[in-house]
DNA sequence: TTTATTATTCTACATTTGTAGAATAGAATT
DNA sequence: AATTCTATTCTACAAATGTAGAATAATAAA
């Protein structure tokens, strides 16, 4: 699943909020906020690729997010991986960790978080 | 600068090339190949929009990218971090690491990667 | 119940993207 | 020189995307 940015947007909203109804997502987008109409397009388009579900509260629709945000974004970076890497992973993780301007306490973090999952696994 | 698929593709075969004239592009397509027209409207669309150059050989154009890999995928990479993990780079390392299914060997060459880097800083 | 408000669907339309045929120009081959 | 091949530009067009007005339905407020 690759969404249109718009949508992709909205989706961020969605996640965000676990659940909501049209009018709270409106709330959500900064100023200028789009039409209501076009949000509403993009629900509409998002429930036809079935990326988001409904509960009916009355007349009222209550959205919610049908895939995950972590799924979505998994897939997305395997394909980032995938396209600039060829699927190295380890050789994204080099990029990421020279390149991205990474602060010292970010890269002692992460030397946590890997030694966190290492210590994880080894059960 | 955030290109289409199409365009990206094309983008990554010169970047592994480096430069590269179009005959040589269309070799890198697997089969089936796109009409060389096709190639040929992707080149100048990235031409316009300043992603590539090209030298004049005679009458023949040698392509090379103008952005480089790194800078676009750095792009590329901090706008997913941002939307996703609302621009905090050890929450997506920490997402990284736990749900993007590495192996334990690619989990180990991280954890060498970070301390290289590491190393390499502290001077 | 009349009116104003809100949610939804439909329709519409400009851009952008994916793809490629037709036309043209230069270069290589016969 | 005539023919063929290659690169490029132009034009074209369908599909996807971004955006929103018009119409309609349902609800809440006057």
Known sequence: MNLPKSEEQLMQYLWEMEKAFMKDLIEKYPEPKPASTTI???????????????KKYGSVREYFPLISKEAY????????????????????????????????????????????????RKK
Do not use: H, P
């Not at 699927?87 to 306490?105: H, R, W, Y």
């Open 40 to 54: 509403a397009t993009l629900l509409k388009r998002l429930l036809d690729k079935k990326a988001i579900g409904f």
């Open 73 to 120: 974004f998994s897939n997305q970076m395997n394909g980032v991986i995938k396209n600039f890497f060829n699927d190295s992973v380890s050789q994204f993780a080099s990029f990421f960790t020279s390149k991205e301007n990474l602060t010292d306490e970010q890269l002692k973090e992460l030397q946590d978080i890997v030694q966190q999952q290492i210590n994880a």
